[in-house]
């Protein structure tokens, strides 16, 4: 208790030596202002005594006409005395006065002097029977009882008084006790937060491993997908052989006529697309052919090593070479059918080129999809993974509060650039609820917390923030100047507002008003506010006013 009277009295000392700083600040703008004034007075005085000098003819002529006035004045001053005591000669000589005037003063000052001691006779006297009527109304004694009766009513009120202030010492200890119950709660709240904090993060990173698992994955179907896809060309070119070359295979399901034969493809991408649809229906339909390996030898179905099966494979054309040269000896009875055959032939042969060509551009192609889909993959993954770190602090930064919560969440978690991200804030003191439920001020806060976190990750040489503090009140407001505050050696804000509790903290400051003349036009003042530093910070940050 003794702590939070402390920081009270603290807390008012810092807002007196603010108010005084901002009185010695607006002191120092109002000193200029008069000095200012005083500069202009000096100028007007100048000019008035330079009217003055040349208005020092004038006045002596008035001077010299006064003069002569008075002794006109005096002259028919002396007619008139003159005329009154002949008046009065008579009336003079009987009281024994030299002349009228001499008697008027004397009666007059006689006069005077029997008003004022009538006054005071009339005040002593007022004031006599003023302390008779006291002493004829004076009771001792019911005074002596009205006092004893007040005296004991006091008693009684400071004994309710001290009853009062045991209940209300009695209150305050239960509710100190009370506090001390929910700072304990509080505790064991935050305990129970920051072990949810290691659960998500440890979550996080088993996402994140999850997703390198995956994409492993992903790489190894791939390969084998390919490899698939050159076992059914072979096998689709081993198939098309035959066929050509009417051999005959026995066959537990479909048959050789089914085998369609590619067409032609040019190199344009449209026709490579159809091509490749072409194939996969061909492949399709080649699926439904089953090959009748009963009658193949016992020691050709147990090979199993590739280099004895390329030593067998070898071995089998090499006898297919001999029988085709033997047979190439005997004179065929149409020559017509073997050019036949042969067109037949290279035309097949053109098409297993342009099948391989259209196959490993295909490759290709999903090879450099997959790559650019991975790079795409990793750029998006590194930089929402620094935002979705970095908004928590921000938060709580700007709240000045650590119970405050911010995080993200990708909907897509496999391809989170495909889909939305899911932004959510829990404001202090105030549980969870979607972001549309907060207050103005709770949505801005968030959303600078979004900004300055997006902006950590490559940051921009500086800010132009518009009128961020409209739906902020003055705790908000001081916030978030705070947190600008400390950010200002790696964060440079321009700032739109209109409120001085926010553009006070500025190191420079734009204004923009209207300046009137033959037309409306806008006027642009400027002023530094690097002479007038505050008591506990120094500001980076420049505002300008409409």
Not at 167 to 188: F, G, H, N, P, Y
Request: glycine share 4%; net charge negative; aromatic share 6%.
């Amino acid at each position: 208790m003794k702590k939070s009277r402390k920081e009270s009295e603290l807390n008012t000392v810092d807002s007196q030596i603010k108010g005084l700083d901002m009185r010695l600040k607006y002191g120092k703008t109002d000193k200029e202002n008069t000095l200012k004034q005083i500069r202009d007075l000096e100028k007007e005085l100048k000019f008035l005594e330079n009217k003055l000098e040349g208005s020092g003819p004038r006045i002596e002529e008035i001077e010299r006409t006064m003069r002569t006035r008075d002794i006109e004045i005096q002259s028919m001053r002396g007619r008139m005395n003159s005329v009154e005591d002949d008046v009065f000669a008579d009336f003079c000589r009987q009281i024994g006065m030299t002349n009228i005037r001499q008697y008027e003063e004397r009666e007059l000052r006689s006069q005077q002097e029997r008003a004022k001691i009538r006054l005071e006779f009339e005040n002593q006297k007022n004031r006599i029977m003023s302390q008779l009527d006291f002493e004829r109304t004076k009771d001792t004694q019911n005074n002596v009882t009205r006092w004893e009766r007040a005296v004991h009513d006091d008693e009684d009120e400071l004994e309710r008084a001290k009853q009062a202030e045991q209940k209300q010492m009695s209150e305050i200890e239960m509710d100190m006790k009370e506090v001390d119950r929910l700072k304990a709660q509080r505790q064991t709240k935050k305990q129970e937060v920051d072990q949810m904090d290691e659960v998500i993060s440890k979550a996080r990173k088993e996402v994140g491993a999850i997703a390198k698992d995956i994409q492993a994955a992903q790489k190894q179907v791939t390969n084998l997908e390919n490899k698939v896809e050159m076992r059914r060309a072979d096998r689709h070119a081993i198939l098309t052989h035959c066929r050509m070359e009417d051999i005959n295979i026995p066959l537990l399901q479909g048959n050789l006529e089914d085998i369609i034969q590619e067409q032609s493809v040019n190199n344009s991408e449209e026709q490579g697309r159809d091509s490749t649809a072409n194939t996969q229906e061909i492949y399709d339909q080649e699926a439904r052919i089953t090959v009748d390996y009963s009658s193949l030898p016992d020691n050709l179905k147990d090979l199993e090593d590739l280099d004895d099966i390329k030593k067998l494979t070898d071995k089998m054309a090499k006898t297919m070479a001999e029988q085709s040269m033997k047979l190439q000896k005997i004179h065929a009875p149409n020559f017509k059918a073997m050019q036949k055959l042969d067109q037949a032939r290279e035309k097949m042969q053109e098409t297993d080129r342009e099948f391989n060509t259209a196959r490993t551009r295909a490759k290709k192609a999903k090879q450099n999809f997959e790559r650019i889909k991975k790079e795409r993959h990793n750029k998006f993954t590194e930089c929402f993974e620094h935002v979705a770190n970095e908004i928590d602090l921000i938060y709580k930064a700007l709240s000045k509060n650590q119970s405050a919560q911010a995080f993200l969440g990708p909907e897509n978690p496999e391809e989170p650039y495909l889909d939305g991200i899911n932004y959510n804030c829990v404001a202090p003191g105030k549980r969870f609820q979607p972001m549309s439920n907060l207050s103005g001020g709770e949505k801005t806060v968030a959303a600078l917390a979004l900004l300055f976190a997006i902006h950590s990750y490559q940051p921009a040489p500086f800010f132009v923030l518009d009128e961020i503090d409209a739906a902020l009140d003055n705790t908000n407001i001081g916030k978030v100047a705070s947190y600008i505050l400390q950010k200002k050696t790696n964060l440079q804000t321009i700032v739109i507002s209109l409120k001085e509790e926010f553009f006070h903290h500025a190191d420079a400051l734009v204004g923009i008003c209207p300046d009137e003349g033959q037309c409306l036009i806008s006027k642009v003042i400027m002023m530094d506010l690097a002479e007038y530093p505050l008591a506990e910070t120094d500001e980076s940050i420049a505002f300008s006013l409409r």
